[in-house]
């Protein structure tokens, strides 16, 4: 499993190392919606610091959305942070953010840990 899901009283933080697919980003969003901690968090932080390869293909990104508007309506409030420390990740955003619509939570992007706490302030 490429990934690790860190809990804290306010929010929560997906991990994601080496060579990342449609189905681990689906099932870390699965364990995480699904997890009875996830109503009182207000913010979420996908870390793909760590990660050397995202591989989404269409399909991966439908169903990510899918999921990602049923847990909006259990909280949407939720503050969303995306880690994307190199270049070769933006078409990923690009493409989460483009493909027909946007995603059910604003996606704030930074390129480190300290920046992206930065903005959290």
């Known amino acids: 499993m490429p990934y690790e899901i860190k809990w804290s ?3 929560v933080r997906r991990i994601f190392f080496e060579s990342v697919s449609g189905w681990d980003m689906l099932k870390s969003s699965l364990d ?3 997890d009875k901690r996830f109503d009182q968090i207000d913010y979420q ?3 793909f610091s760590k990660a ?3 591989k989404f293909v ?3 990104i439908q169903k990510i959305d899918q999921i990602e508007r049923a847990a909006k309506k259990s909280n949407w409030t939720l503050s969303v942070f995306v880690i994307f420390p190199s270049d070769q990740f933006e078409t990923h955003l690009w493409f989460l ?3 027909g619509r946007e995603t059910a939570w604003h996606i704030v992007k930074a390129e ?3 920046e992206l706490f930065g903005k959290i302030k």
């Open 9 to 11: 009283p306010k929010m």
């Open 45 to 47: 932080i996908i870390d």
């Open 112 to 114: 480190s840990e300290k």
């Open 52 to 54: 050397e390869k995202l």
């Open 32 to 34: 995480v919606y699904a």
């Open 97 to 99: 953010k483009s493909y």
């Open 58 to 60: 269409k399909l991966d």
